[in-house]
């Protein structure tokens, strides 16, 4: 079946550092990725939609310019946080839709900002 | 972005038990999906629902797009431990966007 890959799965680092994250959609090419934010025992939220090609479309109160996400390829979508800081620790969850099919999950990234 | 009302929030039942789980929307909705999330992994798909009055299975899982096409059921036949989990619906309107429910926590007592 369709496979997304997400990296890193975890990563701890200093308030103020900007991190990036990776999704790759592994046997398919995804035009459009989705990036959601889960806070502990909440729901998934998602914070933007992921066009290759163009500018993201990001949901209302997430900050473009906090959360930037290029879409440069077919099979790749990165979201860096830029300036982390303690209050963006979070798990971030992207998501491709391959052809017509619902969309499937990568496994996750655990951010955690000292 | 949107959410959607998922009840119950949680549940604790014995094995063997039956579950039922809903989810409803304040606007109409053309496809329900329905998820299982591991702890510290992504959703994993459990069924699609592309149609008004649409009831699929997938095994001991059964999940129905409601007629009004704003909410969606999932039931659990005969439980059993693996079946631990958090449960979410997700629903897509005319967009592109799935939006997610609020979840439900389902333990199982062997």
């Known amino acids: 079946g369709a496979v997304v890959s997400q990296h890193p799965s975890w990563v701890i680092c200093k308030s103020g550092t900007s991190v990036k994250i990776e999704c790759r959609s592994l046997?398919?090419?995804?035009?459009?990725m989705f990036w959601y934010r889960q806070f502990p025992k909440q729901s998934l939220m998602l914070m933007a939609t992921?066009?290759?090609?163009?500018?993201?479309?990001?949901e209302q109160g997430v900050e473009k310019d906090k959360f930037l996400i290029n879409h440069a390829s077919l099979t790749l979508s990165t979201l860096t946080v830029t300036s982390a800081h303690p209050e963006d620790s979070s798990f971030y969850i992207c998501?491709?839709?391959?052809?017509?099919?619902?969309?499937?999950f990568g496994d996750g990234t655990r951010l955690s900002i000292l | 972005g949107q959410q959607l009302n998922q009840s119950p929030q949680s549940m604790f039942i014995q094995e063997g038990e039956d579950v039922s789980m809903n989810c409803t929307s304040s606007?109409?909705?053309?496809?329900w999906l329905w998820y299982k999330q591991d702890p510290g992994e992504g959703p994993v798909l459990l069924i699609a629902?592309?149609?008004?009055?649409e009831l699929t299975s997938n095994g001991r899982l059964t999940a129905q797009f409601g007629i009004t096409r704003k909410d969606s059921f999932l039931n659990i036949s005969a439980s059993i431990p693996s079946d631990v989990g958090i449960y979410f619906c997700a629903g897509r309107g005319t967009g592109n966007q799935f939006y997610f429910g609020t979840g439900t926590s389902l333990t199982v007592i062997p």
């Open positions: 998501s491709a839709r391959p052809g017509g099919e619902p969309q499937h």
């Open positions: 629902l592309y149609k008004a009055g």
């Open positions: 606007s109409i909705f053309n496809t």
């Open positions: 992921s066009n290759e090609g163009s500018k993201a479309t990001y």
């Open positions: 046997d398919f090419q995804a035009t459009t």
